[in-house]
């Protein structure tokens, strides 16, 4: 649909210039003839009038198109801003709904661990802790979409400490871990050395890790390669997670931190929220990225070969 439109605006672009430049040709034969009849009066004036008024058409035909054009751009705008405000809807109703299941996972998981439903063997346990930081993790992310879609994110401004890069990339990368092994893929995890601490919410910038390292487990072929590099970028502190996986066209990789981009239809691939090949979200992952880095003043972009790698980077201020 996009493309169809590109295509449409080139044509209608190049019809103009073509236009224009007849015009200009034209405006210059009915000079050349005025001077013509001006040294000699009895030259026919017919052809010279009959010149003029395509001159006049065309002038007139090129007012219309600015104005359709005009209105189009009214029209293009409205739909834009209607879009805007169905997802500000659908963002607002998704993470009011998330909030119901959350608190029964949650006080279910508290029954089970507390021994409420019987014994608990200790890999149980174990497990429960896991399943219990999850709930909390999946209960921040619902704050954050509402924060986010009633303007309230920049609360995070006022949780900003000085961390180290290097412990929030191991810790994420860590908490991760099963998940790559479990499709069989390979972590590298590098650390330049001596990087100072920079200033940040530290559960959003963890936010931010695990989502670009879940994008790079979903989005990588089992047996696949993941590469989390974080280095000393001057004034900046700069993390790099990179995969080998299906990559992302060129022309995308600017809409995908739009919030319910996806670049491919995953919903018809696997169940959302998993981390099987090709699965995929809602298309809110890169975007909530993007919000957080944005609060930090930092930077977030992509980088990409087709069927070769994907790299997402951003940067946080020192
Ligand atoms: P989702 O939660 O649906 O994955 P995201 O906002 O995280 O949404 O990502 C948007 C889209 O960007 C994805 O659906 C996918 O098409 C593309 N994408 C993100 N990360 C990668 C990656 N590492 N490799 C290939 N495509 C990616």
Do not use: C
């Amino acid at each position: 649909m996009d493309q169809k439109e590109h295509k449409k605006g080139d044509i209608q672009e190049r019809t103009n210039q073509f236009r224009v430049a007849l015009l200009i040709i034209l405006f210059l034969v009915v000079g050349i003839r005025l001077v013509d009849i001006f040294i000699y009066p009895d030259t026919d004036i017919l052809p010279t009038g009959f010149i003029l008024a395509i001159v006049m058409i065309q002038l007139f035909l090129l007012w219309v198109d600015s104005i359709k054009e005009k209105q189009h751009l009214v029209w293009l705008q409205k739909e834009k801003e209607n879009l805007n405000s169905m997802k500000s809807k659908f963002l607002i109703m998704t993470s009011h709904e998330l909030m119901t299941p959350i608190t029964v996972i949650k006080s279910y998981l508290e029954m089970l661990s507390t021994k409420m439903l019987g014994e608990v063997t200790p890999q149980q346990k174990e497990a429960f802790g896991i399943m219990s930081k999850y709930i909390r993790r999946l209960e921040k992310i619902q704050d954050t979409l509402t924060k986010m879609e009633t303007g309230a994110m920049p609360d995070l401004k006022k949780q900003m400490e000085e961390i180290s890069v290097e412990t929030i990339v191991k810790n994420t990368a860590n908490d991760l871990l099963p998940f790559i092994k479990k499709r069989n893929q390979h972590l590298e995890v590098q650390v330049e050395e001596d990087i100072p601490a920079v200033m940040m919410e530290k559960n959003g910038i963890r936010q931010v890790i695990a989502n670009l390292l879940l994008n790079a487990i979903r989005f990588t072929p089992d047996d696949g390669k993941i590469i989390v590099r974080t280095t000393d970028g001057g004034d900046n502190v700069r993390v790099e997670i990179e995969d080998n996986g299906i990559g992302i066209p060129e022309d995308k990789l600017n809409s995908i931190f739009e919030s319910f981009y996806e670049v491919q239809d995953t919903a018809t691939e696997h169940s959302s929220g998993s981390i099987e090949f090709k699965s995929g979200g809602v298309g809110l992952g890169l975007s909530i990225a993007k919000n957080i880095i944005d609060i930090h003043k930092g930077k977030i972009w992509a980088e990409s070969e087709e069927n070769k790698f994907s790299r997402f980077i951003f940067t946080l201020p020192k």
